[in-house]
């Protein structure tokens, strides 16, 4: 028996997908709102680390993510000009026969995670969103967009970085902030050479391929900027051009003859955000981006916003109260969000001012052990 009956989530990404499924599970009764009426998902690949593929593996969609991302062993560290450095192991996280990393399109996850998430029971409203969430009598009352009314256990606020409901509970929080690199993303057809994730490593530019499904994978490059400012769209395609034009390996090689006017190019700048403890006030407790948001230099941020969903599940099912539960989730999660938030952080300021390469190498072997660890 769970210590919550009804819970409503808020935002319908990885993290509340998830943790709707995981809720359910629990015997819970879930409303899941989802502002978009399209229930989208925008932008190109995504890495899945092992541990993320490991949560994904507790959810229950890992046969879906194998069948159509592309999962394998290791990741390849080159040089600019195409000279193997090192392959860096991945473990096998997930279970002996899941290979230890992947990646896949961020659509096809989110469709995979939409479909398990209605397949769970959980009642979902597409175009709709919470306009009042008033915490009263052991309940927290909710006014819907759609004019619906209706009182939860708890409510759980996975609505991503720039999150409502954090500015709603916590107004003195901060908020994200430019780290001072962007990253740009293109999808491409993948040869039969690019059987893993390879990355290549010029002087002050990162770039990498991850394959995401049989037939096809992601360029990311990572980038110093001083400013946070958008690239238009006619800019998009010339500046990744030049900035492949650093790289002289044969497979950035490749992927600058095929990128051409109609790929789709995606830039980003990257931000961070850690809220302080506790992610919950009363009856709500945010999850995911909406309490910690990484920059991408672990690959985990999403795969700590699914773990966050797992525990949550876990600690509403086996603790005496809600006070209790949620104290836990809390103890649970910190570290190990917190450790991917500084840690990405720490290792984009040594890509932007040439630090150590020995702390950088530190830093990436600390975190994998850290990330390893059971959550
Ligand atoms: C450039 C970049 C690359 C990245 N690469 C990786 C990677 O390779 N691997 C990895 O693990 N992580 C990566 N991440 C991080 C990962 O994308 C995020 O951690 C993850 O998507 C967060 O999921 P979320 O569900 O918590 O939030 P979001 O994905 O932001 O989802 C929030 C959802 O809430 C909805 N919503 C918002 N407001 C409301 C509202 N008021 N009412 C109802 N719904 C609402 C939104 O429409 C959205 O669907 C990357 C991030 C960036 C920026």
Known sequence: MS???????????????????????????????????GWRSYGAGITLNGATLRALGEVGVLPEIVAEGGCSDGVEIYTADGHKLTELPTSRLAGPDVPGGGGIMRPVLAKILSEATRRSGTQVRLGCQATSVDQRDEQVQVAFSDAARASYDLVVAADGARSGMREKLFPTAPKPVY???????AVIPRPREVQKAAFFMAPRLKAGVVPV??????????EDRPTNAHVREDELLPQLRALLDQFTAPIPLYVRSV????????????????????WYQGRVVLIGDAAHASTPHLAAGAGMGIEDSVVLAQ???????????????????????????ENSVRLGEIEQTGGSKEEHANIMRESMIAMAAPF
């Open 179 to 185: 780290t001072g690199q962007g990253v740009w993303r």
């Open 213 to 222: 499904s049989h037939t096809s994978m992601y360029l990311f490059i990572t």
């Open 315 to 341: 600690e509403l099912k086996n603790a005496s109260s809600l006070e209790q539960a949620l104290a836990s989730f809390q103890r649970r999660r910190w570290p190990r969000c917190r450790l991917v938030v």
């Open 3 to 37: 210590v919550v009956r009804n819970v409503l989530v808020i935002g319908g990404g990885f993290s509340g997908s998830c943790a709707a499924i995981e809720l359910r599970k629990a015997g819970i009764d879930v409303d899941l709102v989802e502002i978009d009426p």
């Open 259 to 278: 990128l051409n006017a109609d790929s789709h190019i995606v830039f980003r700048p990257l931000e961070s955000l850690l809220l302080p403890a506790p």
